[in-house]
Structures are given as C-alpha cells and as structure tokens.
C-alpha cells in the first residue's frame, strides 16, 4: 500500500496506472475509520484493479468549530486497517496543498430545494464544504467509480447532482449502510458514545424499523398526513423516554422518486424515512429504504 501527501506525486502515480489500463475505485473519507469504510473498500476491491482512499478532514463541511476541533485522527490506526484490506493506494492531502489560496472560495455550490431539508437545513454550508471537497478529490483522483454510504443518504443525493449537473465522467455507488449487532449504523462519531449510550443509541434503528414496517403493513393508512404526522410524533416520543433521552432534530420522509419531502405515503412506495437524533451532545443520523429502491 502507497501512501502519498503531495498532489502533484499521487497524479503521476496515477496518470501511470491509467496508462497501464487500470481501473480506479475511489473512496472518500475523513479518517476515524470503521467496518463502514472497510465495506465500501471491499466493494471497490470488487470492481476495479485498484482502489484509492482519500483521509482529509475537510474543514469547510463543519458549520461547528467544535465539532472539527472534536473530530478524531487515527492516522495510524487508519493506515493499518486500509493496509489489511488491500487497499492500493492512501491519500493524505495537507490543508495548504487542498486550499491553497484558504477556505474562504469564491465559489460556492448549492442545491436547492435539495439542501432546504434535514441535514441541509440544520447544518448550514455543510453540503457546500461536502461538494467543494469532493469535487476537488474528483479532479485529482480521477476515478473510474466512487464510493459512498447509504448512512449519509442526502449527501449521496447531493453529490449525485454534483456529478450529474457538472458531468463528472464517472460512476456513483451507495453502499449499505453497515451496521453494529444492536442495529446501530456504524459512525465515526460512535467512538464518543459510552457502551451504555451505544445501547440507548441502537433504538433509533428499531424505531425506524418499526415504522417502516407499519407502513408496509398497513400502507393505505398513510396516504393521510394526520397518520405520519402520528407516527413520527410516536417515535419522537418513545426516543426521548429511555434512560438516556435520545433528543430526534429532525425525522422525515422522503420520496426518492420526487426528490423531496413527503406528507403522505401511496403506492408504489419508494420512500427513505431519515432521522437525525442526539445522544449526550452526539448527533447521529440514520436512515432506511422503505419499498422499492431506485437510487
Ligand atoms: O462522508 C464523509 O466522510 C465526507 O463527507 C466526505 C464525503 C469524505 C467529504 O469530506
């Protein structure tokens, strides 16, 4: 496994891989990895000859100092998992060689009613930092094929109509999102949770399921917006009873055929329902696919 820090040394590196007629599987990441990372790596180990995995903790997709200053860095535990899962090639950007002339671009990116909703609305700027990032990362690796999780569902749907919008020549994959045994999704954010927490936290994952599978039980009672309304008030509540108050920020249906929020839900479902929720000061998002997939 290679490891490069310089742009300029991974685009040879690169452009001679290309010429060799290798294909290359991309997967983004901010570090603090976990068996979510590793599986969009298996995928990408799948379907291409060689795999590149970017570790940059992108400053301009935090709306919260805080949380940047909180985020954790495991280089060397990363490298010695990508190492184990025969990952090619690592890369590891410096700040300066990323932004050079600063954080502060003139360009900036937004998605309109897209970003109005959920994370968009509660983490302002966020997916303009998301698409500055990847599209830069995009320019430099130049992958046949990126990786994402279906954890991060709306900036999967964001970068989609980034690469889309702006013709980026390659192919997107949303992974599964991978999950602990309680059912809680695997987040880098879990590594500040207490065992107990963790535990209170894998309710978010029940609530959800069994919202979906009312749905799918009972589908007819949710073409009324009084019904979901009912349901998310439900969830909403028992969350907030258990030991630990899990405090939801936002939970949500949404229409992926649409592409937007919707108050009721009729046949053929395709449907994610999304939750953001807050677990002492840890905020955790999750979702699920409720009927047919087609993204
Ligand atoms: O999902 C993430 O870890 C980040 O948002 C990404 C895509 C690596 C961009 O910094």
Redesign the pocket.
């Given at each position: 496994m290679e490891v490069f820090r310089s742009i300029k040394d991974i685009k040879e590196h690169l452009s001679q891989l290309k010429k060799e007629k290798h294909s290359i599987g991309f997967v983004?990441?901010?570090g603090a990895l976990h068996e979510g990372?590793l599986s969009l790596v298996s995928n990408a180990k799948q379907e291409n000859s060689k795999v590149v995995v970017?570790i940059?903790?992108?400053p301009t997709?935090f709306n919260r100092e805080e949380d940047l200053l909180k985020y954790p860095n495991r280089e060397e535990e990363d490298l010695k998992m990508l190492n184990e899962v025969g990952c090619n090639i690592v890369f590891i950007p410096t700040k300066e060689g990323i932004y050079p002339s600063g954080v502060n671009t003139y360009t900036t990116f937004s998605f309109g009613s897209l970003e109005q909703i959920m994370e968009g609305k509660y983490r302002k700027g966020h997916f303009h930092?998301?698409a500055l990032?990847?599209s830069k990362?995009f320019h430099i690796i130049q992958p046949d094929t990126a990786y994402?999780?279906q954890k991060?569902l709306q900036?999967y749907l964001i970068?989609k109509s980034l690469v889309n919008d702006l013709s980026f020549p390659l192919t997107l994959r949303c992974c599964s999102t991978v999950r602990e045994e309680s059912g809680l999704a695997l987040s880098?954010r879990n590594l500040r949770l207490t065992n107990q927490e963790r535990k209170v936290a894998s309710n978010i994952y029940k609530q959800l399921t069994l919202a979906k599978n009312n749905i799918l039980e009972k589908p007819e009672t949710f073409k009324k917006p009084k019904s979901i309304n009912t349901l998310k008030k439900s969830i909403i509540n028992s969350l907030k009873q258990l030991e630990t108050p899990v405090i939801v920020e936002y939970i949500e249906f949404f229409n992926l055929e649409k592409m937007e929020l919707c108050q009721t839900i009729s046949k053929p479902i395709s449907v994610a329902i999304c939750i953001a929720a807050i677990v002492n000061e840890v905020r955790l998002i999750d979702n699920l696919f409720i009927g047919d997939k087609i993204i």
């Open positions: 983004p990441t901010m990372h970017s940059f903790v992108n997709q930092g998301v990032i990847v990362l994402f999780g991060d900036q970068i880098s």
